[in-house]
């Protein structure tokens, strides 16, 4: 069992920047555990946002983050660096976890809100 707990999100003005962190604890090692961030805009459905896997920590990301977001991880933490941010970066930020590659993710965080005003 792993549990998930976001922050750093907060406010920010267009072009600006954040750092999200995602501090995980519990039974499972989240070395043998995808990880990843999605986020939820007001009104939407949750969408996928940067993803990491245990093994080599090979990163993927939706294309309407691709060159801004960087995805990262270290033995109990995985961030989000969010450079160059817009106003339709604006939501709430999820961290979770994944037990097998490829499949449904398991474990996820409370969230933390993100809103970028233009």
């Known amino acids: 069992q792993v549990q998930l707990v976001e922050s750093g999100g907060g406010l920010v003005q267009a072009g600006g920047s954040l750092r999200l962190s995602c501090a995980a604890s519990g039974r499972t090692d989240i070395s043998f555990l995808d990880m990843g961030w999605f986020r939820q805009a007001p009104g939407k459905e949750r969408d996928f946002a940067a993803s990491?896997?245990?093994?080599?920590?090979r990163p993927f990301y939706a294309d309407s983050v691709k060159g801004r977001f960087t995805i990262s991880r270290d033995t109990t933490t995985v961030y989000l660096q969010m450079d160059n941010l817009k106003p339709e970066d604006t939501a709430v930020y999820y961290c979770?976890?994944?037990?097998?590659?490829?499949?449904?993710?398991?474990?996820w965080g409370q969230g933390t809100p993100v809103t970028v005003s233009s």
């Open positions: 979770a976890a994944r037990i097998r590659a490829s499949g449904q993710y398991n474990y």
């Open positions: 990491i896997t245990r093994s080599g920590g």
